[in-house]
Every structure is written in structure tokens, then in C-alpha cells.
């Protein structure tokens, strides 16, 4: 579970972040991100439509991208407002394959911080 104050709720931030953010695809996820201009903690949001699959499909996979978002929360820089969108091919997606997706959309979107963040802290 994200904390409260990592979590996007209300339509409103969502709608912004999609609209405003810079948008990066691969095969099982659409990341949207955008900066706030007040700052304060990351904060990510998830979008998986009935096209991922069942009801059971849908909660599966927003399960596994929540666990790797908050794995990456700390690698995020402050104010960052993040929305993922599953595609219908996360529904039959590995946990491994949905992080290396969320990885290489998350360095597109953010002109790359990711890479050096990672490379640093496996040293």
C-alpha cells in the first residue's frame, strides 16, 4: 500500500498530470508525469481499464505496479506527480516484466534521472 501522502485521489490531479506531464510508453504501461509546483512527497496515481481483463485481472495488476511504484518513490525527485496507465497487455504480464516496463517509461518521462539514481545505489 502507498502511504496517503504518496497517492493521487481526486479526478482533478489526475486530469492534470495527464493533460500537463510528459507522457512515455512501452509494451504494458503509459506513464504520465509532471512536476508540482508546491512540491512535497511524490505522489502516484494508477489507471487499469476493463481492456486489462476481469475484475481479478485489474486488481493483479494494480497490486504489482503499487508494490513497484513504492519501491521507486525514494528515486523520484520531490513534487513529482506520477499517473500509470496499464495496458491490456499487463493483464498477462509478469511482476518483472511490469518493473522493467515502469522503469524504461519512468527514464523517458523524466529525461533519464532514473538511470544514475539506480546505477548509483547498486554501486
Same mark, same amino acid.
Given at each position: ?25 512501452? =509494451?504494458? +504501461? &503509459? ?5 508540482d509546483?508546491?512540491? #512535497?512527497?511524490?505522489?502516484? *496515481?494508477?489507471?487499469?481499464? /476493463? ?29 513529482? =506527480?506520477? +499517473? &500509470? ?8 504480464? #509478469?511482476?518483472?516484466?511490469? *518493473?522493467?516496463?515502469?522503469? /524504461? ?9 532514473l538511470?544514475?539514481a ?6
Amino acid at each position: 500500500m502507498l502511504a496517503a501522502a504518496n497517492r493521487l485521489n481526486d479526478a482533478s490531479s489526475f486530469r492534470d498530470v495527464t493533460r500537463r506531464g510528459r507522457r512515455a510508453a512501452s =509494451r504494458t +504501461v &503509459v506513464v504520465h508525469v509532471d512536476m508540482d509546483p508546491i512540491g #512535497g512527497a511524490p505522489s502516484v *496515481g494508477f489507471v487499469v481499464s /476493463r481492456a486489462v481483463g476481469n475484475s481479478v485481472a485489474r486488481n493483479r495488476v494494480k497490486r504489482r505496479l503499487r508494490h513497484l511504484a513504492r519501491a521507486r518513490l525514494d528515486l523520484l525527485p520531490p513534487g513529482t =506527480r506520477v +499517473v &500509470v496507465r496499464a495496458l491490456p497487455a499487463a493483464g498477462s504480464a #509478469g511482476t518483472a516484466a511490469l *518493473g522493467v516496463d515502469l522503469d /524504461r517509461s519512468l527514464d523517458r518521462a523524466l529525461d533519464g534521472p532514473l538511470r544514475g539514481a539506480r546505477a548509483g545505489a547498486a554501486q
